[in-house]
């Protein structure tokens, strides 16, 4: 069991501060995160892909993790800026819920999974099912996205700035994907819809919040569900 | 949930580098699979010295010297006591050794056959087994490592990974096969024998009956794609091959790195951030269903 002392809190707005992963190990690391003052920046050094980095953050503070990250990270935090200097394991910003999580490289599985809100930044490529279960946040991948992308994506915002894999959008609920370059093939009860004026000012609103300058927001194509699925309907009555 | 490490090197090394970094790349996995570790090792000049024939088997209870004088007058004969692994060499046809072993040791579980190849595993905390094979001061150009957690056979050291069932080839496997119960049947109809009811054996079998076919490992492992059935990450070497292929779905991880003279594979990052040039190499998940093979 790792006290939490005093000196956790010494992190000042401003100050610089570096915690060695190597050295302290996760969850002092963490522990720390989570004591930090709003307004603190704060360098992970030495992540060395391990896993649950900067989970559960939950006040308005700024993280580095400075190099490739494992599993889970920034997943569950709110308000918190977390940014991976590096690629990130499975699960980047998993359940997040406000705040954002960036991973300056590829995303491996499962990005941004049942994320509330917040917004997570792929400068990369992102794996499979990258959007998986979304729950409302925003998913924003500069290049390519893998097979299953959004798949049962309840609500929010997906942007893929490169390629879309096979199954995209498979069992859509409410959220909207949009793609800049091809998409292999639709999963089951995804539908290519008309762009609308709205929908090029959501994704000019994104391209310039996550600096993806290289997404023609009115050149994109919008993938949304087709609502045959999750509805019962009355004529099948006895199926059921 | 199981651990794959695997790394095959390339052009001049130090002579213990291989056994320094996959011990390292294991204890990295080391989570993944707490009840059993096993290693493949290919080229150890001190376990399995160039050009002559080898056979790891099990048999902790029977002492390394005394295995020698029961294995008879076989010239330049040497066993070497892993754990509870012989591992022994001399300098006669592979097949005139195997049938040695197998007549001093009847039932005792052949772990691995092959000039250059020898295999090490066991059951418990893969971190202790790292330390009872010595496996960081070995050396050698090839080696693939697991450890297990096991969902669907015993845990003892024959139902460990890795699996090798034809000289040369060996196989790891994180994950679990539904079909593999038929397709056993079909093999064994064929006349191919089991040594367990691990659901992984059967992907090794699998793998070396296609080769045994004329099959190069690339068309081999596309077969077993098409014929099994569940989750799998695999990792599959011969004496000059490395490959790595997943399931349609890829529901188990696999990271592969590319480095000047080297080509790693692991599960997770972590494993592969304890190789020097990583942050030069080229890392890359595989894609479902596509063969990766690298040969040296």
Redesign the interface.
Known sequence: MVTLTGDARTEQPGGPAVLDTARLGVRAVNERLRALLPGSAVTVASP????NLAVGLDADVSVLIDG?A??YAGGLSRNASITING?A??GAGENLMSGSVRVRG?A??SAAASAHGGLVVVDGHA??RAGISLKGATLAVAGDA???CGFMAQAGTILIGGDAGDALGDSLYEAVIYVAGTIRGLGADAQVEDLAETDVAAVRALVKRTGFDHIDPEKVTRVASARRLYHFDTQNHDAY | MCGIVGLQLRGDHGPGLLGGLISSMLI?VRERGPDSAGVALYGDPALTPAGQAAVSVLAGEVPARGLAARLGEIPGIRVTAAADVRVITAGVAQEQLTAAVRAALPGAPLLGTGPGLAVLKGVGDPLGLIRSFRLAGRGGYQAVGHTRMATESAVTVAHSHPFSVRPGLCLVHNGSFANHDTIRRELRAAGIGFTTDNDSEVAAAFVGACLADGDDLDKALRRLCQSFDGFYTLLVTTPTEFAVVRDA??AK?A?IAEGGDWVAMAS??????VLPGIGAAR???P??EEVHVWSR
């Not at chain 1, 060395?48 to 896993?51: C, E, K, L, S, T």
């Open positions: 060395a892909g391990r896993h490739p494992g599993y690629p394991g499975w590829d491996s599985q794996s499979l893998g097979p299953f | 990295e779905i890829a991880p990271l997770e990052y972590r494993a592969l951030s890392v890359f998940e894609a479902p």
